[in-house]
């Protein structure tokens, strides 16, 4: 079992920064591709960006793209995502996922939700305009 816990989240106004933060304990995560995943009210919960269990493959959906960084720290067994320039449809609550059958390759990251099988409550982040 991994147990996954996200921080960070708040209210800020359009074109600042949040630094999200997913802490991991249980099965070490170390061996896991990671993933951010976002949900607006009333919405599907969408993909944001992934990072592989090395942490030197990352990818991102366009919308994030250039704006939005992923990374990981595997020796505090956490993963950030660092956040800028962020519009008001960023407004969403973001969950971290961990892949568990991604520890056979250490460069290999997906963008599919169903891939993920363990994931933490969210964090809420609202942009204001």
């Known amino acids: 079992q991994v147990q996954l816990v996200e921080s960070g989240g708040g209210l800020v106004q359009a074109g600042g920064s949040l630094r999200l933060s997913c802490a991991a304990s249980?099965?070490?995560?170390?061996?896991?591709?990671m993933g951010w995943f976002r949900q607006a009210p009333g919405k599907e919960r969408l993909f944001v960006a992934a990072?592989?269990?090395?942490?030197?493959?990352?990818y991102y959906v366009d919308s994030v793209r250039g704006r939005f960084a992923i990374s990981r720290d595997n020796a505090k067994n956490t993963v950030y995502l660092q956040m800028n320039s962020l519009k008001p449809e960023d407004t969403a609550v973001y969950y971290c996922?961990?892949?568990?059958?991604?520890?056979?390759?250490?460069?290999?990251?997906?963008?599919?939700?169903?891939?993920?099988?363990?994931w933490g409550q969210g964090t809420q982040v609202t942009v204001s305009s």
């Open positions: 990072i592989s269990r090395s942490g030197n493959n990352t």
């Open positions: 249980g099965r070490t995560s170390s061996n896991y591709a």
């Open positions: 996922a961990a892949d568990s059958a991604s520890w056979y390759s250490s460069s290999y990251y997906t963008s599919v939700r169903y891939e993920y099988d363990y």
